[in-house]
């Protein structure tokens, strides 16, 4: 089984746009619009995969994808906590309609009701209620709710210690992502998303975070930003603010995708990163869309780079595609089980 750990509805029915339009107009106003005025059919949420997701998983021999609302939608900035809420709980919902109409293909991960200065424990009821009512097997955890003003603590910092008690009683990593870029100078997915995944691995560096918590699980995308580029730098920083080395010191705990959409990329990951802390994953439709002219295939095929990885086993590759998921996914055993599937 190839199991795909980071996938975002980004080929939602345009009904969802347009009530979030219509309910970010609301919140520059103060307003609140009630969920209910939005409506999507079955067959509009069907319409929306069979062109793109489901159709790629086949094309490309995929199996199963982690799947959460779209990343850059989140806009944890936009509006007050309640809008936040609101919103939140109505993406997560149609996620849980998703992996209901195709459980064999998706399984959800849950956006959290972030806000700008609210402490992040006013998220533990949405993600409880995802985990344990929808059945979703994790949260995407966003550093920046400011959408790059960075104005909020550290994700070291014991503000967010409720929220992590809750993710650890529930069993559930977290996928470290940003949402949409405010600032015009900091392109969204091409900076934005890379300094996200980058900024949070230096925040955990400096602090001891997983002495006090030593099962909590984060999984930094995008291949990491530019950690496994800066091993070297990174290593010396920890060894330089009294840190052990960092297999010890954050690897226990951290975790990196394949979202790099280059071989060379990918084989520079794989022998940086150790296999053990490596999970597959496209963003597919994601952030990179279209054809690669010097291969002839999509950039987000990441599957046929990791294929093409010389120096990899088979079991370093069951590793990347399947079991690392299993194990930093704890609750995903079961889901497939549900679902009659076997890793």
């Known amino acids: 089984m190839i199991i795909d750990c980071h996938g975002h509805y980004t080929t939602e029915p345009q009904q969802l746009h347009d009530f979030r339009k219509k309910q970010t107009e609301a919140a520059s106003k103060h307003q609140h619009l009630a969920p209910g005025d939005l409506k999507i059919t079955d067959d509009q949420i069907r319409e929306s995969l069979e062109g793109a997701q489901l159709k790629f998983q086949r094309e490309r021999g995929t199996d199963l994808t982690i799947f959460s609302p779209r990343a850059a939608g989140m806009g944890h900035h936009i509006g007050d906590l309640e809008t936040s809420i609101e919103w939140s709980r109505l993406c997560n919902d149609l996620i849980h309609r998703v992996c209901t109409l195709y459980p064999r293909n998706f399984i959800g991960v849950c956006q959290l009701p972030q806000s700008p200065g609210v402490a992040p424990d006013k998220c533990v009821d949405e993600l409880e209620r995802c985990v344990t009512q929808l059945g979703f097997v994790g949260c995407n955890l966003n550093p920046d709710p400011s959408g790059g003003y960075w104005k909020t603590k550290s994700l070291a910092d014991r503000e967010w210690y409720p929220l992590y008690e809750k993710m650890v009683e529930l069993d559930v990593p977290a996928m470290i992502h940003v949402s949409a870029s405010c600032n015009a100078c900091v392109h969204g997915t091409g900076a934005h998303y890379i300094n996200g995944d980058t900024t949070a691995f230096m925040q955990l560096i400096t602090a001891d975070l997983f002495k006090d918590f030593p099962t909590l699980k984060f999984i930094i995308p995008h291949g990491g ?17 009294g840190k052990p080395e960092l297999k010890e010191h954050l690897l226990k705990n951290v975790f990196f995708d394949t979202c790099v959409y280059h071989l060379p990329g990918i084989e520079l990951l794989t022998k940086v990163i150790p296999i053990e802390n490596i999970l597959f994953a496209s963003e597919m439709v994601g952030a990179v869309r279209g054809i690669d002219p010097m291969t002839g295939h999509e950039f987000d095929d990441t599957k046929k780079y990791v294929d093409k990885v010389s120096w990899l086993s088979a079991a370093d590759k069951a590793s990347i595609f399947s079991g690392n998921a299993l194990r930093v996914y704890p609750r995903l055993g079961a889901r497939l089980k549900a679902a009659g599937l076997s890793a």
């Open 225 to 241: 930003g530019a950690v496994p580029y800066h091993w070297g730098r990174y290593r010396g920083l920890a060894l330089n603010n």
